[in-house]
């Protein structure tokens, strides 16, 4: 441990949280180690940047995030269901109007079948407009006798292997917040234009889907409940109006810390600080320990915040983690993602589940089935198998169920584009056809129909209220 997370463990001991509170500060998690960070080779240049960051105007408010607060507090009331779902990484590449506008009728598309089948409201959270920055098992990398900085995700360097397109470059910080900006912009004019109508399910066609089973079911399904939003409006005399929009949210992961501190700040009338560069940031598992620089960070921020708990977490870990991250026992603050591997999740999560339930703080469990089942194959390809995916998802729905407790949710990495990443699903897609349309610099995510599969496998094996 280094003396700076000594000082903050020290001073935690001798004044509590009060202490602990007032010592917050968007900087001062620069007091304990933050692992995964770029090595900038112009500190000045990184400055400037920061600089230009933190006078842009933010890219949500206080009242959706808030808004989102209350709609997770439902959640863990057992009233929501949420879906979180997009890229790995987003890239700048890939800040555009298909990729943008595939993506959002796929999570469209899944969450209008989990609404109908699981006959609840269901939040929409996509991992979009800032998921820019990735974890990397090793800060370096060697090919052929070279070596040079990893990829870490487009807001610090490009992943071509050459010097220049790794060195990290710090006006790709504000490229990344006007990235994300664009996509905020062109998502919320889609969604307030009526892309969402319910009255016309068919703007969420993707084109190259159209003879799909699935897109088939998908129509079916949604010409149905067109057709009784019809009959209603019929027999009431009046437009359905809350059909017209939904609401969507941001999520990334909050892991480059000198950018969330930039987008950090305070706003009239309202208490705190706010992260205003995505509704709901989480911390990703390699950088989820007590004493951690981004666990510093995240308790000094009002958002609803996930934490990423894998296989090697104990039940004391987690606790521990929860009274540091949400001392008040905030409804609608704590959303545990578990991500333990489908040969795991039996095994790790129940001592968990008892834990937080003896520890009575109000937390949502979503799972995230891919990436503790991530592979690669002998080609050389990092692959997930469908099968272990929707095997995690069931096993997640049994253990809650069996301890009295109840999964609230999925994230997923998930694409609008037709790409043959993970394996298995409806076409039974298998390692060959990996090498046929495998776009992704990071980790493989679903596609269209692997998506939609899911969505209705998880109706399938969701516990129904008693009524139905
Ligand atoms: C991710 O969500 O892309 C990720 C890196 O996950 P984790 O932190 O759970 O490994
Ligand atoms: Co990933």
Known sequence: MSAAAKVTEKQISMDGESQMETNWRPDSWKKCIATQQADYPDPEALDRALESLASLPPLVTSWEILSLKSQIAEAQRGERFVLQGGDCAESFADCNSPIITNRLKVLLQMSLALVHGLQMPVV????????????????????????????????????????????????????????????????????????????????????????????????????????SIRFMETISGQRAGSVKRVDFYTSHEALHLHYEQALTRQVPRQEGWFNLSTHFPWIGMRTADLEDAHVEYFRGIRNPIGIKVGPSVSPGELTDLIDRLNPNREWGRMVLIHRMGAAGIGEHLPPLIEAVQKAETPVLWIC???????????????????????????????VHRSLGSRLGGVHLELTGENVTECTGGARDLSEKDLERAYKSTVDPRLNYEQALELAMFIVRKYPQAPDQ
């Open 368 to 398: 995230d089935p891919m990436h503790g089942n991530t592979e690669t194959v002998a080609s050389g390809i990092k692959t997930r198998r469908f099968r272990n995916i929707m095997s995690e998802v069931e096993q997640a729905i049994e």
């Open 124 to 227: 929409r959270i996509g991992r979009f407009a800032g998921q820019y920055a990735k974890p990397r098992s090793s800060a370096m990398e060697t090919r052929d006798g070279t070596t040079l900085p990893s990829y870490r995700g487009d807001i610090v360097n490009s992943p071509e292997f050459t010097e220049a397109a790794r060195r990290p470059d710090p006006d790709r910080l504000l490229q990344a917040h006007s990235r994300s900006a664009l996509t905020m912009n062109f998502v919320r004019g889609l969604i307030d234009g009526g892309f969402a109508d319910l009255h016309h399910p068919e703007y969420w066609d993707l084109a190259w889907v159209a003879h799909s089973p699935l897109a088939e079911e998908f129509r079916t399904l949604a010409e149905g409940l067109g057709r």
